[in-house]
């Protein structure tokens, strides 16, 4: 049933134009009267237009619907109690950012608003220029250009307000501002304890109920009290801890920081939809934002920025890392000496600190890392990262926003995949999943190191420079691929925020830093621990192995043909012949050994396998080694380690020597890496897939599909080498 009998209300800061439109909208039909109960100007008109009979109601000028003021008090009771068909907030287009304030508290009231960006002329004679179809869009609101004083657009604004009062909308949840994670998740629980205590005869928007009472409203929390009665004390006291929580958690009072996120949001807005503007507002984040985000400087500086990163978490890891490594040889040795030769001490020896230890050296390198991208956040300059990749990013259909996740997945694709909860749209969600794990994480670096130092020694860094940009360049050709494909439709346009810059507190950083490195530390204590022993067993039984030849008869004649050589008595010739008997001996037992390895059952597993890994230029240990990588990455090397060097692992260069001996080329090697940077990152990353998207059908199909592309590629890379003549 359509409404024939409308009241529209007037919104806007003071000096819109809102008496101006008023009047004209009106003409003389007006009654001018007081506000119940308070001395503030009050008027109405009714006219009669296109059909409806319509009750025009001028509110009071105000910036913000925060109840300071008596008139801020009396507009906000209006739209909350009178219920008016539509809220027209008029808007002077030349003050955008300032009038935006209010327009989007209205927004979050959820009444039906229309925003008129009255003073188009002032704005047009300014130089700005307002994309208001994208303004629209954005904020998921009818927007109208008037010229209040010139009676310009304001049968327009009426005729949009009457179809909006006859249509359903709802401003979408994905058009919202959205607040910082800690606000936001005080929202969610805040709202779904409403929920839980009021009925359907509530009739403030729940969400907005709880934004209030964190920001401790009084006002609201009066209304509260009277409307639901005792219930209202359990949602006062939760409204209370959650807020109680949130200052301690953000060392401000909420409402400051929502403020923040406001103008966060606003500022977002305003740099999307007004073009060519002589702004001259002066404000540090500002004046910051103009170098940062400028068009030409913006990209070399955040290269540089990432660089740096990555420079700091490498060289200046690479010292606790030395330490680390020093203190595990320690352990292993302390170990070594105080248990006695057993089946135990193999097991804990080489199996739980060999293969823990070799990971957990890593951790300086990660908490670095993660330091630095908790540092990019807290100061407000990963969205400008995003701001500045949104057009990179359109390429694959994603925003900027992506970026992030992304950015995040070159430490670890498990807090990288949670971190794509920012993302509104669910499509955008799954999209960035799947191509997140291309980014290439700080658990195949080891990997790398090892492979690219051993075969391309002088040119290592190049090579594993390269590796990182196949990476990205892979998750740009695929989410083009997903979006056009799998994941179709048009990437939702929204508002990128862009909050103030900040100080970081040293607390928070360090909070970030840790939750993300948790992660790391249960992998090492869960999956990497369990997956060390099982590959610890699977290498050293079963133990009676049939030799192909005799071994320790061959190590036995060495001894003995030495023996005699020896009793020269000359020191010099002696210490060289017991070398030259040493060298052989070990090479007897190296061979030894590596026929043992591959006699074990990991060595018969990766026989089997091996015609699959053959093709791409790997050999059975390699197999092995990539099979057990998808345990975790930080495996492969452990498994390189026992497989290949077999004996004398314990020395340092021991795999390379190993390695240049075992018949791998460097093209091999890269076909190698390119395998570790694509294939699957690990159970970890499976796992947050599965929770992240909630179905196991693109876990599945994530599995499957990077496996796919790490083979074609290295296959590619491998075979294509080799017709070049590699
Ligand atoms: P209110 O405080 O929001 O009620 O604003 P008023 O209606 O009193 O308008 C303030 C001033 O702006 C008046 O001098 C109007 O004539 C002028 N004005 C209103 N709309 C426009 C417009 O669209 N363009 C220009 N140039 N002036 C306007
Ligand atoms: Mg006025």
Redesign the pocket.
Known sequence: MEKRQLRIALA????????????NMTGTRQKVGNWPGVTVEKKEGDIHKFGYDMKII?LP?TYSLTPFSIEEIVARDFILDENPDVVID?IDASNLERNLYLANQLRELDCKVIFAL?????AKSRGFKIDAPKLSELLGVPVVF?????N?GLDELLKTALELANSPLEIPEERRVRYSNDIESAIGELKDFIKLQVDSSFSYNIRWTAIKLLEDDKIIKDRIREKIGVQSQHILSKAEKLRGKLSKRLDDDPEIVMTDDRYGFIAGTIKEVISTSTRHRVDISRNIDLVLTNRFLGFPIFIFLIWAIFQTTFTLGAYPMEWLNTGVGYVSAFFEYVLPNSLLKDLIVDGIIAGVGSIIIFLPNILLLFFCIALFEDTGYMARAAFLMDKIMHLIGLHGKSFIPMLMGFGCSVPAIMATRSLESKKDRILTILITPFMSCSARLPVYIVLAGTFFAAHAGTVIFIIYLFGILMAIITGRLFRTVLLKGEDAPFVMELPPYRVPMMKNLLIHMWDRSKMFLRKMGGIILVGSVVIWVLSSFPKNIQYSKDYDAQIRSVNQSYEQQTISGKEDYDNRIIQQKDALIREISIAKEAERAEKSYIGRIGKAVEPLFEPIGIDWRGSVALLTGFVAKEIVVSTMGVLYAADDAAESDALQNALLKSGMTPLSALSMMIFVLLYIPCLATIGAITRETGSVKWTLFNIVFTTGVAWTMSFVVFQGGRLLGF
């Open positions: 806007g800061n003071p000096n819109s134009g809102k008496t101006t439109i008023f009047n001028d000028g008029i009255n003073m188009a002329d002032v008037t010229v209040g004083n010139k310009e």
